[in-house]
């Protein structure tokens, strides 16, 4: 039986750009554009009518831009996945999209290959983040949140919770953790849960974050 399509929503305010990466997404068998947006009010209310299991979204939009509509779209639909589409890593902005909700980020350089194989991975729950991002996501999230951070050094993950940690950076899905741990899917759900609630994070990809800058992972696997 064929794997269904990854169904993806669009949202740059540069047509060409639009057109040609819709035109990408389409020659590979294994993604669908279901519609297109050119700012982020549309784009959230395409959203939330076509209900995509991907949003693409630019950072840089007139109006309400990707942050706004990033935290929007993850809030109406908690499953769809939003990917940033960004020409610098550095921006700040992406920084902030990523505190909204959003799972990941693509550079507008990229190359087609490299492009569907990190959408593919975001969309079955793997972290694609750069040890440059990773540092800049804690320390800003130190930076906004430090009674939080505080106060969450002081709850103790337990040996579990910090091999599923572990696991995360590695960019392993929540069913490659199981595998990997010899433990249930719904078991790795629930650690996920308690680790976000205890570290006061919104998502994986925060939680990758943390556990890169704080040392969590050994230095074997940093260097693998």
Same mark, same amino acid.
């Given at each position: 039986?064929?794997?269904?399509?990854?169904?993806?929503?669009?949202?740059?305010?540069?047509?060409?750009?639009?057109?040609?990466?819709?035109?990408?997404?389409?020659?590979?068998?294994?993604?669908?554009?279901?519609?297109?947006?050119?700012?982020?009010?549309?784009?959230?209310?395409?959203?939330?009518?076509?209900?995509?299991?991907?949003?693409?979204?630019?950072?840089?939009?007139?109006?309400?831009?990707?942050?706004?509509?990033?935290?929007?779209?993850?809030?109406?639909?908690?499953?769809?996945?939003?990917?940033?589409?960004?020409?610098?890593?550095?921006?700040?902005?992406?920084?902030?999209?990523?505190?909204?909700?959003?799972?990941?980020?693509? +550079?507008? *350089?990229?190359?087609?290959? $490299?492009? &569907? %194989?990190?959408?593919? /991975? =975001?969309?079955?729950? #793997?972290?694609?983040? !750069?040890?440059?991002?990773?540092?800049?996501?804690?320390?800003?999230?130190?930076?906004?949140?430090?009674?939080?951070?505080?106060?969450?050094?002081?709850?103790?993950?337990?040996?579990?919770?910090?091999?599923?940690?572990?696991?995360?950076?590695?960019?392993?899905?929540?069913?490659?953790?199981?595998?990997?741990?010899?433990?249930?899917?719904?078991?790795?759900?629930?650690?996920?849960?308690?680790?976000?609630?205890?570290?006061? +994070?919104? *998502?994986?990809?925060?939680? $990758?974050? &943390? %556990?890169?800058?704080? /040392? =969590?992972?050994?230095? #074997?696997?940093?260097? !693998?």
């Amino acid at each position: 039986m064929a794997m269904k399509p990854i169904r993806v929503l669009l949202v740059d305010d540069h047509h060409l750009f639009r057109k040609g990466l819709a035109q990408i997404l389409e020659k590979a068998e294994e993604f669908k554009v279901i519609g297109e947006a050119s700012n982020g009010n549309e784009g959230v209310e395409k959203a939330k009518k076509l209900k995509p299991d991907l949003v693409l979204m630019d950072i840089q939009m007139p109006g309400s831009d990707g942050i706004e509509a990033t935290r929007r779209i993850r809030e109406a639909l908690p499953v769809t996945k939003v990917v940033i589409l960004t020409a610098f890593e550095q921006e700040r902005k992406l920084l902030d999209a990523i505190k909204n909700g959003a799972h990941g980020y693509v +550079l507008k *350089n990229v190359e087609p290959k $490299a492009l &569907f %194989a990190t959408l593919r /991975g =975001i969309f079955h729950g #793997e972290v694609a983040l !750069s040890r440059v991002m990773a540092s800049q996501i804690i320390s800003h999230l130190v930076e906004e949140s430090s009674s939080n951070r505080a106060r969450s050094s002081d709850e103790q993950l337990s040996p579990k919770e910090l091999e599923v940690l572990r696991s995360l950076t590695k960019g392993g899905t929540n069913k490659e953790i199981a595998d990997t741990l010899k433990i249930a899917e719904s078991t790795v759900k629930n650690h996920l849960r308690s680790i976000l609630a205890k570290l006061h +994070l919104a *998502n994986r990809v925060q939680a $990758a974050a &943390f %556990a890169l800058e704080k /040392g =969590i992972v050994p230095e #074997e696997d940093q260097n !693998s």
